[in-house]
């Protein structure tokens, strides 16, 4: 719970310390959110392997108000505090029906103050001018990575540099637009997608624990997450990939095809999700099959995509392409920290050596449950895109959602047993010795 509200808290205060070609910056600023978010991972490393307890209202009223009472773009800060205050009794609420009339309000002033912002058909960034433009040429039968368009590419000396590239996600992100596009608008889509996230969170916890009265605090937590209003009104889309995941998540255990092509459609459209998934891809035996199923399924819906392209183009477009892009100085990680404090870029080697053992020391860590695999997720994400070239607040909005699943979780645990590996092997070992002495007495 406080590790949602540090890293909530944090994410805003580094993007707006974060200095730029459009704006100075605030290297204070910086470094605090920066610590927040470093703190954030920690509480998620030190909690795994703990039991379970159900959160107390207090702490929940502290992490809705640390997420809501801080400097954010979307909201309007009167109404923002006014939306905090609300959002932060809803924990506080003993009946579990009455709690739902803040959260209902609060929808209301968050609506409200995103459509303030919301100018249609323009975003001013050029991740909607990328999913808004190839939509339409898609719509006109056109190829949707033959548009080419101006990025922002860094900001040396706070002076703007740009380059030029054509669509850089996967074809779904397209496809998943076309409904939005066709009103005019594609964040209509993300704004729905969001709210699909919430509807799984509602649907993990509603399975996961007794207590409903936790279903309105979650949905708080939703509200006044500062990832959400960011994430519809500059068109980020990890919103696609994120829903995906989180009805993944809900659906593998009970309906596992439908699972499988859910996790086959996210795998299709933007990858940044993946180091939420690596500690259940380790210690989850079912999850290898499915990964491999669902990766046959994202071939399959890339591919004519890719063969439209070329796919020597449609590979560097999609994923060779971020490998020439330069290292951001106004990025959350540790590049854009030594920015602030008035460093340089750091050596690669450094940022890859630093990524291998976050990698190592988060999947290692034994989880008990769906909780404990979801943290090391969460706090994996968070670290290891420290030590990236680019990652912004967009990246740490799948660890805030992860958080929330883990919120809601419990004492859950995968229909699969957890096992590691190397004893995985150990029992096949004894499998195959058995049955070639099987075979050698007959």
Partial sequence: MLALGCLGTGSVWTRRGAGSGFQSGHPAMFVAGFVLIVVAAALCWFAIG?????????????????????????????????????????????????????????????????????????GGIDVFDEVQGSTAALLRGQNPYSPVYSIYLDSPLHHVVRGAASFNY?????????????????????????????????????????????????????????????????????????????????????????????????????????????????????????????????????????????????????????GDLPARRDAVGLNGLSTALGGGLLPPSLLLGGTVVTVLAFTLRRPRDYADLLLAGAGMLVVVYFFAKQAFINYDFNAAMTLLFVIGAGSLLPATPLSHPVDDLRLAGARLLRRQSRTAVT
Avoid at 223 to 250: K, N, Q
Avoid at 297 to 318: E, H, K, M, R, S
């Fill in 50 to 122: 703990r039991a379970a307890g159900r959160p107390h209202p207090p702490v929940c009223a502290a992490a809705i108000g640390m997420q809501v009472l801080v400097p954010a773009y979307a909201i309007p800060i009167p109404l923002m505090w006014v939306t905090g205050i609300v959002l932060a009794t809803v924990p506080l609420i003993g009946r579990r029906r009455a709690a739902w009339a803040p959260v209902v309000v609060a929808a209301a002033l968050v609506t409200w103050g995103a459509i303030s912002h919301w100018a249609w058909g323009y």
């Fill in 170 to 322: 996967g074809p779904v992100v397209v496809l998943v637009s076309v409904p939005a596009r066709l009103l005019g608008d594609i964040r209509v889509t993300m704004a729905v997608l969001n709210v699909a996230i919430l509807v799984a969170l509602l649907t993990w916890s509603r399975r996961a624990t007794a207590d409903l009265h936790l279903l309105p605090t979650i949905a708080a937590l939703w509200l006044a997450s500062p990832f959400i209003p960011l994430m519809i009104l500059y068109a980020w889309t990890d919103s696609v990939s994120m829903a995906g995941m989180a009805w993944w998540l809900v659906l593998r255990d009970r309906h596992r095809n439908w699972s499988t092509l859910v996790l086959a459609v996210t795998l299709a459209s933007k990858p940044t999700f993946l180091p939420l998934v690596i500690p259940l891809v380790f210690w989850v035996r079912s999850t290898w099959r499915e990964f491999l199923w669902a990766t046959g399924g994202a071939v399959l819906i890339v591919a004519p995509f890719a063969l439209w392209t070329g796919v020597a183009q449609f590979v560097y477009d999609t994923v060779l392409i971020f």
